[in-house]
């Protein structure tokens, strides 16, 4: 098994931003000994615990974001109405990251340090993620983080319950390849997990077949998408990977169908368009356009109407689940899972009896792989139609187990370091 590695590939901007939060405080994120004995102020004396919900409340992810705090909710709500954990009743306490990864990584310092939460929850772009992993590092913390992302980290102080690679990017891959795709355009945006996804992408492509014929990046929040839309046209691949994330995708998808490009001639596999992203591109705009996800509300099982039912229940008829969200949900059941299988709250305990706790959840089972903090999914392709829900068309049968370094792959050789 692996053991945990600290090639975490932490950018040196992030690790700037994280430095100033925690300098005031006369600790940094590189004192190991520090973090393996940093003390918690964790108090489980009483009736309850607290817990953090960080997500992108405002700016350019809250498109994204506010869906997975209200998951979240849901979660605990659900737990307290059913005793709690341990006997004890969560309480939540929320804070807006902002779309922002200094804000990201100021907040968890303080929900950590100053709320004494015992797990926090949240995150959405590996921006922020790697921006808050030195934090949870330094002071000795938990952070469950929902979203896909690019794989290649691992951190004792993370529960990855999102896809890593070979969950997500690799099946949507091999699904192209064997539809007869030829060739690849790459758009994304300008952050850690679009850059790395389309290194992976590449290498992919190189081995089997596939030509890369361009590669386009525009900032977290850009609308204008008319020159990258153009380009895309006249290179004329067989379809385009879309990394794009937040509301930049309804620019692009709007501008993809005012120029006349459709599915049936160039489609696009997307890894960060769910349902709720759908209703604001417009599902006339983007209707029969592919998705690669592990979860879609249409998934048929007892567990996900049971789930859907309760969402809507709460926050609307109309509203839409998706994966983030589910997987936030998720992994607050897995935390108490994990606390009650190891009856204790403290970071070491959960850590130390992680490997092997499940859930059911609406996905369908998932199970922590103790040695890397990721957990198996099952692989998903979608496709958007007109009524605004994602249908799966294929799925990989049974839960992948997760491989975030890409070992099993030997075109991936080299990738990690």
């Known amino acids: 098994m692996r053991t945990f590695s600290k090639r975490t590939l932490v950018a040196p901007a992030a690790l700037a931003a994280v430095g100033l939060v925690l300098t005031g405080c006369g600790s940094k994120a590189s004192d190991t000994a520090t973090a393996a004995t940093a003390e918690s102020c964790v108090d489980t004396s009483g009736d309850t615990v607290k817990v953090g919900s960080l997500n992108s409340l405002s700016g350019t992810m809250a498109i994204s974001e506010v869906t997975v705090r209200d998951s979240i909710a849901l979660a605990v709500e659900q737990i307290n109405n059913d005793g709690g954990v341990l006997g004890k009743k969560i309480e939540v306490v929320s804070e807006d990251g902002a779309s922002e990864p200094t804000v990201f990584a100021e907040k968890a310092d303080k929900l950590i340090s100053s709320d004494c939460v015992a797990a926090v929850f949240g995150g959405w772009t590996s921006s922020s993620r790697k921006a808050m992993l030195p934090v949870f590092e330094d002071r000795n913390s938990l952070l469950y983080y929902p979203v896909q992302y690019e794989g290649l980290e691992d951190s004792k102080n993370i529960f990855y319950t999102g896809a890593t690679t070979n ?25 850690v997990f679009p850059q790395t996804a389309n290194r992976i992408i590449k290498a992919y492509a190189a081995a089997n ?9 525009t900032p977290l929040g850009s609308t204008d998408f008319s020159t990258i839309v153009n380009k895309v046209r006249a290179a004329d691949a067989d379809a385009v990977f879309n990394t794009l994330n937040g509301d930049s995708n309804v620019a692009f998808f709007r501008e993809y169908a005012n120029v006349g490009l459709k599915a049936a001639d160039m489609p696009v596999v997307s890894v960060s368009i769910a349902e709720e992203e759908v209703g604001g591109i417009g599902a006339q705009n983007i209707a029969g356009q592919l998705t690669a996800w592990n979860y879609y509300e249409t998934v048929d099982s007892p567990t996900n109407k049971a789930f859907v039912d309760a969402y809507q229940a709460k926050y609307g008829a109309t509203k839409p689940t998706s994966d983030p969200m589910e997987a936030a949900y998720t992994s607050v059941y897995l935390w108490k899972n994990t606390v009650e299988k190891a009856n204790s709250f403290a970071t070491k305990d959960i850590q130390d009896n992680a490997d092997g706790v499940t859930f059911d959840a609406p996905e369908g089972l998932v199970t922590i792989d103790g040695s890397n903090h990721h957990v198996t999914k099952t692989a998903r392709i979608g496709e958007v139609r007109p009524d605004g829900l994602i249908y799966t068309v294929w799925d990989s049968g049974s839960p992948v187990q997760p491989d975030p370094y890409l070992t099993s792959y030997p075109w991936a050789a080299g990738l990690g370091g």
């Open 209 to 217: 077949g596939m030509e890369i014929k361009g590669e386009d990046y």
């Open 167 to 191: 969950q997500q990017i690799v099946p949507a891959l091999d699904y192209l390849k064997q539809k007869g795709v030829k060739s690849l355009y790459l758009v994304g945006s300008d952050y």
